[in-house]
């Protein structure tokens, strides 16, 4: 059963996922030849005290020298792919690998040549038993990869054998066992080197998993936050149409001032409780000034300038606890709770004053308006269509009155 076939992702090609185990298995060898390599360096200096007494200095040194170049080239060789592991150069680091693992294995093949002196004695057997070692500690670092774990013990192992019956005949002549053990020991490290080769393939596999795994974890939360931060998105926008559709059910669209049938609701809301407590409530009902004039004269873009600037004035002029509304056309009212006749009266007038002062530019011209008021108080267990009346009454009677006036019903009467 092919582990790939356990990755998550049906959306990556399998061919995709093979070759990223193949580069990961790649990068795990260099990393294990890496460090196997500096490690190399220590049986080098080792073996070569072994032989001191046994062989002259010249050849000790070229064989020492021989094999750190080697070492050398191959960590060298191990750093340049862990740095630059594209795939256009991948095939060349493992060319480099190859040679430079092979030459390694002839380097310990010649050291028979070059250190031993054609005796048998403690330095041949160490030599031999460390050629042994070797085979095996190159087992950890090479052994993921057969081809190049093969290589190298075909080297080794065959020189070396080659080397014993040139140099010494009797000794394998004496042991025979020594060459069939070789080649069984050799065979038996293959072996080996197919079980480590599946499980760090096994190790990679699991590790992609774990990874794609983690990639999939976080792209779920990712689009589960994204979801999330729609929904409150469309949960606000839906919150702000609401509030927005609230406001047009109870607030006039030109003036923003609220609606008749609110301020009537309002109105009966607030009397309900007023004949209870008996509070002092006012109500003003206010008309533009020959607004006509202004509609017909400049238009009704501009008449509708008009109301909302005097919307936005008068609102300006009044308590928050005052609610101002459009009643129809260009005529508004303001409901003024806990508030005696003559200060609505005064508010009237400031509100009077402060509309009369406003200034209105068209295409070079300018031009002012002016408006009526009419107040009443609420009487005792008066309706609201009673006290509305009596304002709207007391607008008529500023308007007989000449205009730009406030008239408060029964009496009072404010130029």
């Known amino acids: 059963m092919n582990p790939a076939q356990n990755l ?27 460090e196997s390599t500096l490690l190399g360096f220590l049986p080098i200096f080792l073996l070569a005290w072994l032989h001191m007494d046994a062989h002259a200095l010249p050849p000790l040194l070229l064989w020492i020298g021989s094999l750190v170049a080697v070492q050398t080239y191959r960590l060298w060789i191990a750093q340049r792919y862990l740095q630059q592991p594209d795939a256009h150069t991948r095939q060349r680091w493992y060319l480099h690998q190859w040679l430079g693992t092979v030459t390694l294995a002839l380097g310990w093949v010649i050291s028979f040549a070059l250190l031993d002196a054609n005796e048998l004695g403690m330095p041949f057997y160490l030599h031999l038993i460390f050629l042994i070692g070797l085979s095996t500690f190159m087992l950890s670092s090479i052994g993921i990869d057969i081809r190049l774990y093969g290589g190298f013990l075909l080297v080794l192992v065959g020189g070396t054998l080659a080397v014993l019956s040139v140099q010494y005949p009797a000794f394998l002549q004496r042991y025979p066992i020594v060459p069939v053990g070789f080649v069984i020991y050799a065979c038996m490290l293959l072996v080996r080197s197919r079980g480590e080769y599946r499980r760090t393939r096994e190790w990679i596999t699991a590790r992609l998993n774990r990874k794609q795994l983690l990639e999939q974890l ?140 406003m200034v209105f530019e068209v295409e070079g011209a300018t031009f002012q308006i002016t408006i009526s008021i009419g107040a009443a108080k609420l009487q005792p267990m008066e309706s609201a269509d009673a006290v509305v009346a009596r304002s709207d009454e007391a607008l008529y009677a500023a308007k007989h009155a000449g205009r730009n006036c406030v008239v408060a019903s029964p009496a009072l009467t404010a130029g």
């Open 218 to 357: 976080n792209a779920a939360l990712a689009e589960e936050r994204n979801i999330k931060e729609q929904l409150r998105q469309q949960s606000q926008e839906l919150e702000n149409r609401n509030r927005e559709l609230s406001e047009l059910a109870v607030r006039d669209g030109l003036t923003r001032a609220f609606r008749r049938g609110h301020i009537e609701a309002e109105l009966r809301r607030l009397i309900k409780g007023l004949h209870r407590h008996h509070d002092n409530f006012c109500v003003l009902m206010m008309d533009i000034d020959f607004f006509k004039r202004v509609n017909d004269q400049y238009g009704h873009a501009v008449g509708d300038e008009v109301l909302r600037r005097l919307a936005a004035v008068s609102q300006t002029q009044l308590r928050e606890t005052d609610l101002f509304g459009r009643w129809g056309g260009e005529e508004f009212i303001v409901l003024m709770p806990q508030t005696k006749l003559e200060e609505a009266v005064m508010a009237a007038q400031r509100l009077r004053q402060a509309i009369a002062d």
């Open 8 to 34: 998550p992702g049906p959306d990556i090609p399998a061919s995709a996922i093979e070759g990223q185990i193949r580069t990961d298995m790649l990068h795990e060898l260099y990393v294990r030849g890496r």
